[in-house]
């Protein structure tokens, strides 16, 4: 895959780059994009449907058991070429945020290091009336595992919809969007804010907007560059094009 010499020029010479991918960036690890349709038991399920604050109040134990489900679908899967291509795109960048909506861990696990989880992350659980983070938890399959500090049901450390995002985190996204120098919007369908706002911010700012993405999205009109295939291919070449 040819690269145009003015997209190199740009990543070459930048020292600040904001990235933010989507769960595209892992479907190549073997996990399911969160808008692929859901499978098994689940696929009588939409994710939307499941992953709300209404939902666990309804039904606290169905929603608890598809982040147990979700947990086990990620424990056996390993980063992809994706990931560790950003994860040498940072070892060379003087600034480099890696923002992701991801909840599955695998920027981390592959290595990389400023890595802001915007919807949280499926391997962390804290309780849903005090807040106590907890790393064990009792597997008592018939009920969800209550907080030992107050009696509460624990929950997925993940945001939910209708919930809002983790303060830090979204304002540090933000302050890297505005400030950085290319911006790439990697394997995310760009549907959800205020997330997707934040290519938006960066191209305010005047960045090179970068999409990668296996399709087109309400993003790619706006882009300076769109290269759409597969994030685990393209990333690899564009950092060996960049680096050698
Ligand atoms: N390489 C690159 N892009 C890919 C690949 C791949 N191998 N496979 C799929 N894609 C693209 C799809 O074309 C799609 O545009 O990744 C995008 C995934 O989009 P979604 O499934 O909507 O996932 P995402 O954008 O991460 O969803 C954002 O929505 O509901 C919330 O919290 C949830 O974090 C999620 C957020």
Redesign the pocket.
């Known amino acids: 895959m040819d690269f145009p010499s003015e997209l190199i020029r740009f990543l070459t010479s930048a020292t600040r780059i904001a990235v933010l991918t ?4 892992s ?2 690890s073997g996990l399911r ?4 349709a859901q499978i098994g038991f689940w696929a009588q399920y939409k ?2 449907d499941l ?1 709300s604050p209404e939902a666990f109040a309804r039904d606290p134990k169905l929603v608890w058991d598809w982040y147990a489900w979700r947990r086990e679908a990620v424990k056996g899967v390993r980063p992809n070429a ?1 990931h560790y291509a950003l994860v040498e795109m940072e070892s060379k960048t003087p600034e480099f945020t890696l923002i992701t ?3 599955d861990g695998l920027h981390r696990f592959a290595g990389s290091k400023n890595v802001l989880e915007l ?1 949280g992350n499926i391997q962390r659980v804290r309780c849903a009336d005090c807040g106590t983070f907890t790393e064990i938890w009792g597997d008592d399959s018939e009920s969800v595992p209550t907080c030992t500090v107050c009696g509460g049901l624990l929950r997925p450390d993940v ?1 939910w ?1 209708g919930e809002s995002l983790p303060r830090g985190e979204l304002e540090s996204a933000v302050l890297a969007a505005r400030s950085c120098q290319v911006f790439f919007s ?7 804010q205020p ?1 997707a706002a934040l290519a938006h911010a960066a191209r305010n700012n005047g960045s090179v907007i970068v999409e ?4 087109p ?1 309400p993003l790619t009109p706006k882009v300076d560059f769109a290269l759409h295939g ?3 291919e393209i990333l690899p070449k564009l950092v060996k094009a960049m680096w050698g």
């Open positions: 989507g769960a595209g960036v479907q190549e994009t969160f808008r692929d994710p939307e992953a994706g909506q991801n909840v919807h945001v919809f990697i394997g995310t369908s760009g549907l959800v997330a990668v993405n296996a399709e999205t597969k994030s685990g």
